[in-house]
């Protein structure tokens, strides 16, 4: 998962899932390992866990951003895992079909 960050805002969250996303698919090149990068819809703020920052926009738009970047192995991930499924929201699942599925 690439949430408790303590990223304070969405901008910087979105920064992090996208370094996450290249370190992450070079360092599993080659391996054969199935690669799920995880995309927080939790609701809970904690000290190292903001919401506002941290959600399925700003983790998809960053993901995303990572795995164009040319640095990146994108045929590595085999696809994202959306946690706590039962937090996420209808307007979520619509941001998810649009950013991820491109529908």
Same mark, same amino acid.
């Given at each position: 998962? $690439?949430?408790d960050s303590h990223a304070p $805002? =969405? %901008?910087l969250f979105e920064q992090w899932v996208r370094f996450q996303a @290249?370190? +992450?698919t070079n360092s +599993?090149?080659?391996t054969g390992a199935d690669l799920y990068i995880g995309i927080s819809t939790s609701e809970e703020h904690t000290t190292s866990h903001n919401p506002?920052?941290?959600n399925m926009q700003t983790g998809l738009e960053g +993901? @995303?951003?990572g795995l164009n970047d040319a640095d990146a192995r994108s045929g590595v991930? $085999?696809?994202v895992a959306i946690y706590p499924y039962w937090e996420t929201s209808s307007d979520e699942w619509d941001l998810y079909? $649009? #950013? %991820? #599925? =491109?529908?």
């Open positions: 998962m $690439t949430y $805002t =969405g %901008w @290249i370190a +992450l +599993l090149a080659d506002a920052a941290e +993901l @995303i951003a991930v $085999t696809g079909t $649009t #950013l %991820w #599925l =491109g529908r």
